[in-house]
């Protein structure tokens, strides 16, 4: 297998992995705590996973030509976190056999998009699109530990090598 797509796939695992842990610790706070504005960028922690969900919603939707219909990017598309939660384990199942079917057409390809924040269309080589669409991920959920770590919560390791197998 080419390095590009295992690199892809082994995003696409590191990306679930990371989800299912920080929300097996938000689970434990209340919705308050959860939805406290704490000066993030998307003010809470309830806040920046629902930005994220977005995001990768939208991302999501250009790689497979199904447009997914934001309003914004910090659109809360649901205000109960057990929702919340339900449809991020459904994105990154998505995410995982979108990831396995990949090939290195795909990756070698452009995407050609019209972005939420400037509605001009763009056209990019998909690997670049891929690649921030990881990275995105990562930036966010940085935050997200930063936040833990502010309330005493200590998320665990967090680096890629040491993801489960």
């Given at each position: 297998?080419?390095?590009?797509?295992?690199?892809?796939?082994?995003m696409a695992r590191y990306n679930q992995w990371m989800n299912s842990r920080l929300y097996q610790l938000a689970a434990q706070l209340t919705d308050e705590q959860r939805k406290q504005d704490r000066g993030a960028f998307f003010k809470s922690i309830h806040g920046t996973l629902n930005h994220l969900l977005v995001?990768?919603?939208?991302?999501?939707g250009r790689f497979t030509q199904k447009p997914f219909p934001a309003k914004s990017l910090d659109q809360e598309l649901y205000s109960?976190?057990?929702?919340?939660r339900a449809e991020r384990e459904r994105m990154d199942q998505q995410i995982l056999e979108w990831a396995d079917a990949l090939t290195l057409d795909d990756w070698n390809g452009e995407l050609r998009f019209t972005p939420i924040s400037?509605?001009?269309?763009?056209?990019?080589?998909?690997w670049l699109v891929i690649t921030h669409f990881f990275n995105h991920q990562t930036h966010h959920r940085g935050q997200?530990?930063?936040?833990?770590?502010?309330m005493g919560i200590d998320p665990g390791v967090t680096d890629l090598p040491y993801m489960p197998q």
């Open positions: 297998m080419e390095f590009e797509l295992t690199h892809v796939r082994t995001a990768d919603s939208i991302w999501f109960d976190f057990v929702q919340l400037n509605p001009v269309e763009r056209v990019m080589p998909m997200i530990t930063t936040l833990f770590m502010q």
